[in-house]
């Protein structure tokens, strides 16, 4: 385990296989959802306010996750004042896919490229095509959501996600992006 200091307000800690396994922990399986993964991301967080000058008091607390060499991982903690945290997850937007293919390309390449800002994703069958619900970190218009809007449809429309959810068929109640990426990879 390295931790290093790159700012006053950003610190990262890079883990090794090894160092990941004695946690029972791997890249792919973390989840902030998940207490195991909450209570290691603290015991980190703990150890680096010890060795470093980092103080996240009164500041929003951004941690991501990247992999880094072989089966090591990095983790990125930053302290965000008010006028520069996210607001958190923006709303669901909607991308159209009239074919699974196309809709299994993207899931792909946001997974790949951008998996640490994705909140929550969902699909649905509807009205003959896939309807992809995403919700992101980085609010509207980020940059998950225009790599997504390069091979769907973003639909607009306040009244689409409630209709999808309540009309159309549910394909993957949740974590649709990583789910395709994995069991769909190019």
Known sequence: MKIEQLSPTCVTITLTAQDLEDYGVTYESLDYLCPHTRRIIQNLLNEALSQTDFSPE?????????????????????????????????????????????????????????????????????????????????????????????????VSCPLLCPAIEEHGHCILCEHAVDTLSQQFEG
Request: net charge negative.
């Open 58 to 154: 009164g500041c929003q607390l951004l941690i991501e996750a990247s992999p880094v060499g072989e089966d090591g991982c990095l983790l990125t903690f930053t302290a965000l004042s008010a006028e520069e945290a996210p607001l958190g997850p923006c709303e669901p937007t909607v991308f159209l896919f009239s074919s699974f293919e196309r809709l299994c390309e993207a899931c792909h390449r946001v997974d790949l490229q951008h998996s640490h800002r994705l909140f929550q994703s969902s699909l649905y069958r509807y009205h003959g095509q896939y309807a992809l619900l995403l919700q992101t970190l980085d609010g509207p218009n980020g940059a998950a959501e225009d790599l997504m809007g390069q091979y769907g449809e973003p």
